[in-house]
């Protein structure tokens, strides 16, 4: 019976995910650890807490729990009261984690995709996007999308400021490291 080419790529991803892995153990991180660490240096200011690292992992609240007690004992990220509302926790990487991010097996994996895709990914990035929109649709997730690209983004309303762009839903300032950086409240405009 001939498999359809659907099933064959979820097989392929599978199979891609357990192969970019394997045998790697940079900094004895296992790969939640590495996914936190990635989801620190990702995300922005709103969304850098554990309710929304467990979220953006689709891991249970006390799972992401022990994946970040692990880091700090590593010396690898800190949690600190939120400076928004100093009730909720922030988490942040440390320079440690930062340096160790630039051994992320992870670029081994984007290198045999530009090999690949003879350097233009642009076509396997939007399918891809596709998929994982579906599948966050099928899970009830959220998309956790780059600043940028949100319906509350506005651009440059403070052309020269070291801030210039501004979030409509949080009412905050936003730097244009702050528009490259995945949040946890994007809607896609
Ligand atoms: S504009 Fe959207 S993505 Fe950016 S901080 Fe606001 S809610 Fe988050």
């Known amino acids: ?21 394997s045998g790697v153990n940079v ?3 296992n790969p939640a650890q590495w996914e936190a660490l990635r989801y620190l240096a990702r995300a922005n200011r709103f969304s850098r807490t554990p309710a929304a690292l467990a979220d953006y992992l689709g891991s249970t609240r006390g799972t992401v729990s022990q994946t970040l ?10 949690r600190s009261a939120s400076r928004r509302d100093g ?3 922030e988490l942040a990487l440390t320079p440690r984690g ?23 990914a642009a076509d396997l990035l939007a399918a891809l996007q596709a998929v994982l929109r579906a ?6 997730g959220r998309a956790f999308g780059v600043c940028h690209t949100c319906r509350h983004f506005h651009c440059d309303v403070r052309p020269g400021a070291a801030s210039p762009h501004h979030c409509g839903l949080l009412d905050e300032p936003l730097s244009r490291a702050d528009s490259e950086a995945i949040c946890q409240e994007q809607e896609i405009a």
């Not at 692990?70 to 800190?78: H, T, V």
């Open 1 to 21: 019976m001939k498999i359809p080419r659907s099933l064959e790529v979820a097989y392929l991803l599978g199979r891609l995910e357990r192969l970019a892995r």
């Open 27 to 29: 900094g004895g991180l």
């Open 69 to 78: 007690i692990a880091l700090e004992q590593k010396g690898l990220a800190r």
């Open 87 to 89: 009730r909720s926790v």
């Open 98 to 120: 930062e340096a160790l991010l630039k051994q992320d097996h992870i670029h081994d994996l984007a290198r045999d995709i530009a090999a690949g895709t003879g350097d233009d």
């Open 135 to 140: 599948t966050i649709a099928r899970n009830e």
